[in-house]
Every structure is written in structure tokens, then in C-alpha cells.
């Protein structure tokens, strides 16, 4: 009997264990059976409203998706309550006002649902085919796209190249191309790192607006309430400018790009120090003029409020969150990878490789280095709204708001079917055939760099080359959008080329008129020697003149040019090892001594040139040297003196305050409150010192020196 009776529970159990699987199975087919990707509309009243829903199985079975609804910006917004029972489908869209939801019927061929959208008690028809994921197409699109960039880096002598192509959160095309080293002919691979320059200023500004939603930033307030010491030439300018005016370029001020370049003394602290010094030459918000300086200061901004550096900011901030393992802030990091491309440049039709410039200082502007893996990641948290795997990096509201245009540029339209860009923070936008797209190019000594998303597509793209100057990144960014979005072939590779065979003749034409212009027949107004010496500017700072065997050379930022004599007190700047100033003009002044007093260059074309005046020689502020003048000189029978405070002469006449004396130029000194009195020194063949010669306005006395 205790056989009989315990063995009916067991098959019951068993039973109904079966019918449990069954039923289980049943559901697993049902939710498969949608299990995709799906495109559609919903009917509304003259208006069909395009909708694409996902469903996917998550891992306890149970069915998930989200919805898209491009037309209101909507994308990836999640679904609930998602039931499928034989063929009856239905779904809601939580956090929408009146109940939102869809049922609907799964065609006998599982290709369509059809049904009826609810909400606020109103009913549209909606339909929903089952559809190639956007992803898949967009790859499908790209076939072949390998073989023409191959040809392509060959038409325009680019030595490599990297590209990766993102839709929404996925990488659907990624490929290197020719080489990293050329002489070893090692490959550029999704691994090689580059230079991406200016692509680096949207880093910048996303990090800038992880602070806004922190509370610590806000755009539209003066700077000054968060960087206290900013100071710009132009009151108005230093007490108004804002956070948002800083990385959209609209501050007023020009390039002066010559500041920083080659620069490795200055900490951005002193960088920001100097604008004061700078000449602007429009007012707040009047001008576009892309302005490098600008953006560190935002960097500086940014340590400022972090109490961290730039560069540590942007990796914890970003790097980290993005998975971007590979980037860094130096090229002297990179060059400590297993992986790097060398810089290149063309010269003479010929590819010439070219030493790495370090740009750390200005690198809230530029100085990130990185490769197409890491970048696609990049591209993705852009095209997911600040989304990356799911973690929200900043707010979506906020990067809207850096996605948007705030400063015409003032462009023109290069081609019909590109609008002028206009400039959001940290990228410039703009549409390209009827598409909202974002970029930002970089250039840097032997690297070219292009950042492109479109963000209502879903698509990013990002190309990297070591070569500077490059155009191809930008031409095969066009050619794959057409691809993508099945535009008509445009040839922009063709055309490309065609404007770079004119650039090249127009080269050719400047070169052969390089001396026009040269008065012929002309000498300096001084011997050379006179030229030589360290010539200041508050701002730009020192610029140093040196007499090297027959010729002149000037040292600035560590660059070494040498000079040949121009015409009358020009001089041009002859190609040296670093060829950064190559032709350009140096002038010099001289004062109504008879002395070489200053150097202006044109450093910043935008406003006047740049002026260095001569320091006077540094033994002027050498306290061991000047002590040899100290003493009493007998002036007309009254007695003078001359003391020494530290390493200041001062002129004692009694009866009257004691006079600083301030170094001149010719080994002068002037009185520091009467600068048209002045006095020098005379020595004997011994280095003794004689008399003083006293000079005013209305002539000289000498002043000899009294044994003592």
C-alpha cells in the first residue's frame, strides 16, 4: 500500500512537470518569434510618425526592448509589460503621459505586426515589419569601402591611415591601412596611435559639462565668478566673457598661436597670466577667430574647479568610463607604446618624416593622442546620449546643449550640398546633404585627424593619419556618408585631387616671386653685431638674436632660424632645422639714440606686429658688476655720487632725493623718474672707470671720477 500510494505522487509530479516545460517551451518559441528588429509607423491624423522597436531576450527568458521615435529625438526608450501570447502582442511605453501603449497581431509569416497605439483614449493604426538591423545594413553599405581607401592613401601620398565607423553602439567598419613606419614597413593597425590635435577641444568641453551637471560650472556666467584672475587687455572683455565664450571662440581675440607653440617653460598658469598682454581686435561674441589659447584656459578653468590637472580630469572623467586604454596626453607617451605612427610631412612631392612636436602645454586644445579602437568608443557615448554601455557619463540635456550651434563662423559654402559650419562647443556643425553633422578636424606637425558624428542618423566616424595636412580624412568621411545614407556618388576623391593640383601650380607660382618684392641695392643701418641680444614681450616673451660667424639667427620658443638681410632693416627667416618660421619677416627699430631697440615680427596677422624690445645687457643688473661705478665724481666742483642699493645705482646729488638708475640700452643708464636724462660710464683700456658722462636734453657733461 506505501508503494501504491507514494508512487501516484510521483507521476502526478512528474506530469505536471512536463506541462510545465511544455508550457515553457511554448513561451520561449513565442518570444523568439519576435525576438529583432523592427521598423513602422503609427498612423496619425496626416502624419505617419516613423517608430523602430527592438525586443530581445534577456537572460532569464523574459522578453525586453526599447523604441525610437526619430522624428522627436526620442531613441532607445525602454518598453514594459511586453506579452506575447500565441500571435497577440501587446507593450507599453512607461513614463509617458496617458498610458501609451501598443497591441497588436504577428502575421502567420512572423514578418509583420499590425495593431492598434493607445493613448490619452485615442486609438492610431500602427504597423511594424521585421527589418535588417541598422547596424547590418549600415555595414552592408560598406563593402568595398576597404579597397578604395587603399588606392585612396596612394592618390594622395598618405603613408597610413586608420578609420572606424560606429552606428548607435556598434562598430560596423574599422580597418588600418598602409604604414606606421615606412622605412620598416610596419602596418598601421586598429591598435597604431596618432595625434588627433583639435580633436581633442570636444574632450574638453564634455568634461566642461560634466562640471555643469555637477553644479560646479555654469556656461552663461562671467568666467570671473569661477577663475578670479582672469584678465583679458580689454576691461569689458575680462569682466564679461563667459564660460560658453571661452570654447566657441567668440572671445575677441586672434590666434596668437606663436605664444605657446614649441613652448615648454610655461605652465598654463602663466599662459593665462599673459592674455592680459595680447592685443584683441574685435569685441565679445562679434567674431569668429579660432583661438587655441581659449581652450586651455577652459583647461585651466577646469583644474581649477577639480583641483586636478587637465589631463587627470579628462582620464577619470572619460578615459576610464570609455575603456580608452590606449590614450594619453604626450607624444612622448606614445612613443613608449608597441604601436605608434611617425609623423610625416610632403615636401618636393616627396613624403619626408618629420620629429614629433610635444604640444603638452596647450593640450585642453590638442595634445591627446589615441587609436580608432579607443575613438569608436568615443564616438559612441556622442551618438548614445552621453550613454556607453549603460552608464550615463553626463546628461543628455547637456550634451545637446554642446551639440548645439552657438557662433555663426561667417563661413560660405564650399559646396552646394554642404551649408557653412557654424560652431557648437567644441565642434563645428553643420549639414552635410541634408544630414545634421558634427565635426572637428586636427592638425598637428606630421598628423591629421577627422571626428565626424551624425547624430540624428547614429552614425560616427573617425579617421586618423599620420601626415600633415592631410585632406583624405575629410574626403573619405563624405564618400562613406554616401554610402551609408544612399545619396548619389559624388566624387569628392576626384574632385579633391583636382584642387590639390592647383594649390600645388599656385606653391609653385610663389616661390618664383618670392623675391619680387625685395628692395635690391639696400644694407643694414647697423653692423650685425649691434642686432644681437634678447629681445622682450610681456606676452610672447623672449626672443633672442645671436651673430653666428657672417650671418644672424633668432632663437624663439627653442626654434633656431637663421636670418639673411632683406632690405633696409628687414630681415627674412631662412629654413632651419625646424622650418616653423620659415619667410617670415622680422623688422628692426631704432631708437633716437642710434640704438637697435626692438624687433617687430608677425607673429599674429590678425592685429599690429608683435614687438620685442631690446633688454639692456644683463651685466646692467649684476650687483658684482655695477659696485666697480660706485663712488664720488666731481660735477662742475660740486661733488655727485653714485651708491649701490642690491643691484640698483642711485645718483646722490645733495640737496635733492636720491635717483634710481635704470638700465638702458649702449650700456647706459637713465634716471628712472627722467628718462631723457641718462648716464654712462667711461673705462679705461683697463676696465677702470674715469668720469660719468652726464646727458640732458640740452646737451652732455662729463662728471670725473674723485680718488678716494
Known amino acids: ?62 522578453l525586453s526592448g526599447d523604441i525610437s521615435i526619430p522624428l522627436q529625438g526620442a531613441k532607445d526608450l525602454p518598453l514594459d509589460e511586453i506579452e506575447i501570447n500565441s500571435r497577440e502582442v501587446r507593450f507599453k511605453l512607461p513614463g509617458v503621459p496617458g498610458n501609451a501603449s501598443f497591441q497588436g497581431k504577428l502575421s502567420e509569416d512572423g514578418q509583420r505586426i499590425s495593431g492598434q497605439f493607445s493613448q490619452s483614449g485615442q486609438s492610431f493604426p500602427f504597423s511594424l515589419s521585421r527589418a535588417a538591423t541598422k547596424a547590418a545594413r549600415t555595414k552592408a553599405t560598406l563593402r568595398g569601402f576597404d579597397a578604395f581607401i587603399a588606392r585612396a592613401i596612394k592618390d594622395w601620398q598618405v603613408p597610413g591611415l586608420a578609420m572606424a565607423i560606429v552606428c548607435d553602439d556598434q562598430v560596423v567598419f574599422q580597418g588600418g591601412f598602409g604604414y606606421r613606419d615606412l622605412d620598416k614597413k610596419l602596418p598601421v593597425t586598429s591598435q597604431t596611435l596618432f595625434a588627433i590635435g583639435s580633436s581633442t577641444k570636444a574632450f574638453t568641453t564634455f568634461v566642461l559639462g560634466q562640471l555643469v551637471d555637477d553644479g560646479k560650472l555654469e556656461w552663461d556666467q562671467p568666467l570671473r565668478r569661477f577663475l578670479p584672475e582672469f584678465e583679458l587687455q580689454d576691461p569689458f572683455l575680462s569682466q564679461r566673457l563667459t564660460p560658453r565664450d571661452l570654447v566657441t571662440h567668440r ?62 580630469a579628462v582620464r577619470q572623467r572619460i578615459l576610464q568610463p570609455l575603456e580608452m586604454k590606449a590614450t594619453n596626453f604626450s607624444v612622448q607617451q606614445s612613443q613608449k607604446s608597441a604601436d605608434f605612427a611617425l609623423p610625416y610631412t610632403e615636401e618636393e612631392n616627396q613624403l619626408k618624416r618629420i620629429p614629433f612636436r610635444q604640444i603638452d602645454l596647450i593640450g585642453p586644445a590638442g595634445s591627446i593622442n589615441s587609436n580608432i579602437t579607443d575613438m569608436s568608443h568615443w564616438l559612441m557615448v556622442h551618438l548614445n546620449n552621453g550613454v556607453y554601455k549603460g552608464r ?23 559646396h552646394p550640398q554642404i551649408s557653412p559650419a557654424d560652431y557648437a562647443l567644441g565642434w563645428f556643425a553643420d549639414t552635410y546633404r541634408g544630414h545634421r553633422r558634427l565635426h572637428h578636424g586636427g592638425n598637428i606637425d606630421g598628423f591629421t585627424a577627422m571626428v565626424m558624428l551624425f547624430p540624428d542618423d ?35 576623391n576626384k574632385e579633391g585631387l583636382a584642387k590639390r593640383d592647383k594649390g600645388k601650380e599656385a606653391d609653385r607660382e610663389a616661390k618664383a616671386t618670392k623675391y619680387a618684392e625685395r628692395k635690391k641695392g639696400t644694407q643694414p643701418a647697423h653692423r650685425l653685431e649691434e642686432y644681437v641680444g634678447d629681445y622682450e614681450h610681456p606676452g610672447y616673451g ?31 627667416a631662412l629654413k632651419g632645422e625646424d622650418d616653423a618660421f620659415e619667410n617670415k619677416k622680422l623688422q628692426f627699430r631704432t631708437d633716437l639714440k642710434g640704438n637697435v631697440a626692438a624687433v617687430e615680427v608677425p607673429f599674429e596677422p590678425a592685429v599690429a606686429n608683435i614687438v620685442f624690445r631690446k633688454k639692456p645687457s644683463a651685466r646692467l643688473f649684476d650687483a658684482g658688476y655695477l ?35 635704470k638700465p638702458a640700452l649702449g650700456d647706459e643708464f637713465v634716471l628712472k623718474d627722467y628718462s631723457t636724462v641718462s648716464i654712462r660710464f667711461t673705462l679705461d683700456e683697463k676696465g677702470k672707470v674715469t668720469a660719468l658722462l652726464l646727458r640732458q636734453p640740452e646737451g652732455a657733461v662729463t662728471a670725473k671720477r674723485k680718488e678716494e
Not at 598661436?257 to 592680459?276: A, C, I, P, S
Not at 547637456?398 to 564650399?414: E, F, S, Y
Not at 601626415?467 to 556618388?489: C, V
Not at 650671418?551 to 633696409?568: G, S
Request: hydrophobic share 45%.
Open 1 to 62: 500500500m506505501k508503494e501504491q500510494l507514494g508512487g501516484r505522487p510521483v507521476q502526478l509530479a512528474t506530469l505536471l512537470a512536463l506541462i510545465f516545460l511544455g508550457f515553457n517551451l511554448m513561451l520561449a518559441q513565442d518570444v523568439k518569434s519576435i525576438a529583432g528588429h523592427w521598423e513602422g509607423q503609427i498612423e496619425l491624423p496626416g502624419q505617419a510618425l516613423e517608430i523602430d522597436i527592438d525586443f530581445f531576450v534577456v537572460e532569464d527568458g523574459l
Open 458 to 492: 547614429g552614425i560616427g566616424m573617425v579617421v586618423l593619419a599620420n601626415k600633415s595636412g592631410a585632406e583624405l580624412p575629410a574626403i573619405l568621411t563624405q564618400h562613406a556618408a554616401d554610402r551609408i545614407f544612399n545619396l548619389k556618388p559624388i566624387d569628392w
Open 627 to 661: 659696485k666697480r661705478f660706485v663712488g664720488a665724481y666731481d660735477l662742475a666742483g660740486r661733488e655727485i655720487r653714485i651708491d649701490l642699493a642690491g643691484n640698483v645705482l642711485k645718483l646722490i646729488v645733495p640737496g635733492q632725493p636720491p635717483y634710481p638708475l
Open 542 to 572: 623672449t626672443l633672442t638674436v645671436r651673430l653666428v660667424k657672417d650671418h644672424l639667427e633668432f632663437v624663439f620658443n627653442d626654434i633656431v632660424t637663421p636670418l639673411e638681410h632683406w632690405h633696409y632693416e628687414v630681415f627674412n
Open 392 to 414: 550615463q557619463m553626463i546628461n543628455s540635456a547637456t550634451l545637446a546643449d554642446i551639440h548645439t550651434p552657438h557662433m555663426t563662423t561667417g563661413a560660405t559654402a564650399k
Open 251 to 312: 572671445s575677441g581675440l586672434p590666434r596668437h598661436d606663436m605664444l605657446w607653440y614649441n613652448n615648454h617653460k610655461l605652465t598654463r598658469k602663466e599662459v593665462v597670466r599673459r592674455l592680459r598682454y595680447l592685443e584683441a581686435n574685435a569685441d565679445l561674441r562679434a567674431k569668429f577667430q579660432y583661438n587655441n589659447l581659449m581652450f586651455l584656459t577652459a583647461g585651466y578653468l577646469t583644474e581649477s574647479l577639480t583641483g586636478q590637472t587637465w589631463e587627470e
